[in-house]
């Protein structure tokens, strides 16, 4: 479904990303995992047309992604969540979901969608009509990511979803990241837990200073050696 | 969609009423001549501060180079009806179109930049177009342009500042207007909406800066002439201290803001060595207890009203 091919990236100078070459097939949950700065959200940015490569390519569904702007790239059915949430704090927690749905114009179906999603999130439906920004920083994961899957994305990326929420909030999460996946979401989660995002995920490509060094099944990875000493803590 | 329509009936109701009951009090010589100037004076503000207040609130990019599309509409307008003698529609058109692609132009490039690198760029284009202008002899240069005919009376003024207010008004409450607001919130996340933040971005200054041009054609043919002193960033920033005052992002603060700032100027006439003080000491304390505007992001309307006199389900459907 999703091909990137040998993509470099630079920052100015810095060689961020060397020939990363990943594959996401349709359904599965593929995982990125690496330390601080290995280059995982560059990947992401990538790929969401962010940023744009400076060699290789990224093909979805056949179709090359590499210089399409951003806003094509979500209509092509490529949703992100970014790192850090980003949520529109000043806005309600429904006009936030409203602009999930900016690039449709089907007003009927938005509303059964925004409905969806409160059935995921019970959470999110109790506080419709509060400010974003005065939400929990789980709430504000869940409303993210239910923003997203207000476009309706065949693929959504993932970055960083538990990124600074307690435990027990990020198996809330994670189990929410499954059960979007088993609706037929396929799913490019970018972690630095690597424990929780090899748990739940199919396909698992390992990232150090911006360069793939391992990739495999997510159970391979796991069990693999290197992998325990480096990101499971034995 | 039908309450929108339903509540837009409303508000120009009120709108053309108000205008009956001014335009009589104005027939009648009720008010005052030095009012009657005031009270055109305040429908050309509520242009411009509107229009500044769609950049700069709703779209939340920093803009303080307003006077200068004002002085392209100014003497545009003014060139339209002095030189060519057509009639004022045309030049009011003309002002706003040509203050438009001024903004489409000088948008394309500066709004790359954010924050005070946006602001800075603004506020050198408007000294810009000021100083081009204070040098072409064709428009009078530094002794300004004379002669403009005085076309400007309160009804074209009321009824320009009702059109603006609706244009800005849906154009808020739309798509598009989704869109800037999201641009306002956080680009990257608006980015990553879909939405095209470039475009919204360089529309709604263009839109703007149209607005701006047109209030400046009313402006020229108010006071028979255009001086490019009318234009300084002095301007701008009284403009800019408006919306500021009423709340960046509310459209009936920035109406609020131009009253209660025309209305102290006008009364501190007699004074105008303590005029200034009183204008800043306002200001500073606003920011103090208010920073973030009389009004917030908020907005007055008929809704409110409704919803108090017993309206309440209205609002709750809302919530769906």
Redesign the interface.
Same mark, same amino acid.
């Given at each position: 479904m999703l091909k990137v091919d040998t993509v470099n990236v630079y920052y100015g100078g810095i060689h961020a990303i060397k020939d990363v070459s990943l594959m996401v097939r349709e359904g599965e949950i593929v995982t990125l995992i690496g330390a601080n700065g290995a280059g995982k959200s560059t990947i992401l940015r990538t790929i969401?047309g962010?940023l744009n490569p400076k060699t290789g390519s990224v093909e979805f569904e056949g179709a090359r992604l590499t210089g399409v702007?951003?806003?094509?790239i979500?209509?092509k059915g490529i949703?992100?969540v970014?790192e850090g949430r980003?949520?529109?704090?000043?806005?309600t927690v429904?006009e936030n979901l409203?602009?999930?749905a900016?690039?449709r114009?089907d007003a009927k179906e938005i509303?059964e969608d925004i409905q969806k999603i409160y059935g995921r999130f019970p959470r999110l439906a109790e506080r419709?009509?509060q400010l974003a920004g005065t939400l929990s920083g789980g709430e504000q994961q869940m409303l993210a990511m239910g923003?997203?899957l207000m476009?309706r994305p065949k693929l959504l990326l993932l970055d960083e979803p538990s990124m600074g929420l307690a435990p027990l909030l990020v198996k809330e999460i994670f189990a929410i990241i499954r059960e979007i996946n088993a609706g037929g979401t396929t799913i490019l989660l970018v972690e630095q837990n690597a424990n929780m995002a090899l748990s739940i995920a199919h396909q698992a490509y390992v990232l150090e200073t911006g360069r793939i060094t391992l990739a495999g099944t997510a159970r391979e990875l796991a069990d693999s050696e290197s992998v325990r000493k480096a990101y499971l803590g034995g | 969609m039908r309450i929108q329509t339903k509540t837009d009936l409303a508000s120009l109701a009120c709108g053309l009423t108000l205008y009956a009951l001014l335009e009589g009090l104005i027939l009648a010589d009720i008010i005052p001549p030095y009012w009657q100037l005031n009270v055109i004076r305040v429908c050309i503000y509520i242009i411009l501060a509107t229009s500044l207040n769609l950049i700069n609130g709703i779209t939340g990019q920093f803009s303080i180079g307003h006077a200068g599309f004002m002085a392209i509409g100014a003497y545009m307008s003014a060139i339209m009806t002095v030189k060519l003698g057509l009639p004022f529609l045309v030049a009011i058109l003309t002002g706003g179109l040509a203050a438009a692609l001024l903004g489409f132009l000088i948008g394309l490039p500066t709004l790359r930049l954010s924050g005070d690198y946006l602001a800075i760029a603004t506020l050198g284009l408007g000294e810009i177009i000021r100083i081009t202008i204070l040098n072409i002899s064709y428009v009078g240069g530094a002794s300004g342009f004379m002669g403009i005919p005085k076309y400007t009376n309160f009804t074209w003024a009321f009824l320009l500042m009702l059109f603006t207010l609706f244009f800005i008004k849906n154009f808020v409450n739309s798509?598009h207007g989704? /869109?800037c607001?999201?641009i306002r =919130?956080?680009e990257? /996340? /608006? =980015? /990553?909406?879909?939405?095209?933040?470039t475009k919204y971005k360089v529309l709604a200054f263009t839109i703007g800066a149209a607005f701006a041009g047109v209030a400046g054609a009313l402006f020229s043919h108010n006071f028979y002439m255009a001086h490019p002193t009318s234009f300084t960033f002095m301007q701008s920033f009284d403009i800019l201290t408006m919306v500021v005052l009423g709340g960046l992002g509310s459209m009936t603060g920035s109406i609020v803001g131009v009253i209660a700032l025309t209305g102290i100027s006008a009364y501190m006439a007699d004074y105008p060595e303590i005029r200034m003080i009183i204008y800043a000491l306002l200001l500073i304390v606003l920011m103090l207890f208010r920073p973030q505007g009389l009004f917030g992001?908020k907005e007055i309307s008929l809704r409110i009203f409704s919803r108090l006199t017993g309206g309440e389900r209205r609002g709750a459907a809302q919530?769906?």
């Open positions: 969401s962010l702007p951003a806003q094509d979500v209509k949703s992100q970014p980003r949520i529109f704090a000043n806005l429904l409203e602009l999930g900016y690039i114009s509303r419709r009509a923003r997203a476009s | 798509t989704r /869109a607001i999201a =919130e956080n990257i /996340a /608006a =980015e /990553a909406m879909g939405v095209n933040t992001s919530g769906n």
